[in-house]
């Protein structure tokens, strides 16, 4: 059973940055990918980022790209976003999750494995 757990969600100020972690067990991800979406009270969960396990390719969606970078550790299981430059409309639950078939796919339902999500509050 894939486990993907979140953390390093938080409260900062406009401009400020803020590193996520999701570290994933449960199977071998060697192959696949793991991606990024984001989902604001009232709002679609929505796509940031996702990046390949076999060659740390990557995807951004329009809202992350250069400001966000998406990032793994094969050996832990473990894969980042790093958020700079963070703006109110970030504020949103960010969850992380696991695709097991090849290739990239900005729609949730792509994915199969969820994480529980962590809050992150950008404040003006």
């Known amino acids: 059973q894939v486990q993907l757990v979140e953390s390093g969600g938080g409260s900062v100020q406009a401009g400020g940055s803020l590193r996520l972690s999701c570290a994933a067990s449960?199977?071998?991800?060697?192959?696949?990918?793991m991606g990024w979406f984001r989902q604001a009270p009232g709002k679609e969960r929505e796509f940031v980022a996702a990046?390949?396990?076999?060659?740390?390719?990557?995807l951004y969606a329009i809202s992350a790209k250069g400001r966000f970078t998406i990032s793994r550790d094969n050996a832990k299981n473990t894969v980042y976003l790093q958020m700079n430059s963070l703006k109110p409309e970030d504020t949103a639950v960010y969850y992380c999750?696991?695709?097991?078939?090849?290739?990239?796919?900005?729609?949730?339902?792509?994915?199969?494995?969820w994480g529980q999500g962590t809050q992150v509050t950008v404040s003006s």
């Open positions: 999750a696991a695709r097991a078939r090849h290739g990239f796919n900005r729609d949730r339902y792509g994915y199969g494995d």
């Open positions: 449960g199977r071998t991800f060697s192959s696949g990918s």
């Open positions: 990046i390949m396990w076999s060659d740390g390719s990557t």
